[in-house]
């Protein structure tokens, strides 16, 4: 079964997560795809991507496959991770990537959307940053991603609460560009893809890699990055790590002790 597809329609790509019935996971074999895709799109040269879920779907991803965390004592979100090279990746393409969302956006999920160059939601759409439910702390790349987006405050409060924010929410917060019926929401990003094919491309990338940079520019001297790892091999060396884990596995609700 294909979970994921690239189609290439001149110099647009639209990159399709399928796999509904496990809720468009963030597998190691869906990010596989997805990457993938965009190297098919590189080497098409295509000057938008669009990447979305199949239509109607009420969950755009699920996030991070959690069968595929580690138990205990390894980093689940460290630079190697799936996640954070397919972040890397749509950072990196050298064209903007559109996210088309539909339906709940989760965890990891959330933060691949946000990396998008654009984002376009339906009203019923929402975002939820979901790590405390797991016992896992974002990394700081992670958490920049959101930062950059929107503001700290809004930041902390997703992911302290893990309540999804809804699309209307997020609008008014710069998280969401446009919000856009389901049955119009394909025509309204195609149409925007073909308004960014007509402008030099070049300068449209430059200008893309300028932002990534500017994004990325800020200061932290190497005793403060190793501060924040010690404090995050703490937690994913904690019982409370592994309980949430094993709860989300057990489909019950975790019993977290701060230990």
């Known amino acids: 079964m294909t979970i ?5 329609d001149g110099k647009l790509a639209v990159i399709t997560m399928a796999n509904q019935a496990k809720r468009n996971v963030l597998s190691e074999e869906m990010i596989d795809g997805i990457i993938q895709g965009l190297a098919e799109a590189s080497e098409a040269k295509a000057r938008t991507v669009i990447l979305r879920a199949e239509p109607g779907v009420k969950v755009w991803s699920a996030g991070h496959d959690v069968s595929e965390l580690p138990s205990a004592h390894r980093d689940p979100l460290g630079w190697g991770d799936p996640l954070r090279v397919v972040i890397r990746a749509i950072e990196e393409f050298q064209a903007p990537v559109i996210a088309l969302i539909e339906g709940g956006v989760w965890g990891g999920a959330c933060e691949m959307a946000l990396a998008c160059d654009m984002v376009v939601a339906t009203p019923d759409s929402s975002f939820a940053l979901t790590p405390a439910k797991l016992g896992i702390p ?15 405050h809004v930041v902390r409060e997703m992911a302290f609460t893990a309540r999804p924010v809804s699309a209307v929410r997020a609008q008014a917060l710069g998280i969401v560009n446009h919000l856009v019926e389901p049955s119009e929401i394909t025509g309204f990003c195609v149409d925007m893809a073909r308004g960014i094919e007509t402008l030099a491309p070049l300068a449209i990338s430059v200008m893309k890699e300028e932002m990534r940079v500017l994004a990325s520019a800020h200061s932290i001297t190497p005793r403060m990055f190793e501060r924040v790892q010690g404090l995050r091999r703490k937690v994913y060396d904690s019982h409370d790590y592994q309980e949430g884990v094993k709860a989300f596995r057990e489909k019950r609700s975790p019993c977290f002790t701060g230990e």
């Open 138 to 152: 974002y990394n700081i790349s992670g958490l920049l991603t959101f930062m950059n987006v929107t503001g700290i």
């Open 4 to 8: 994921m597809r690239c189609e290439l």
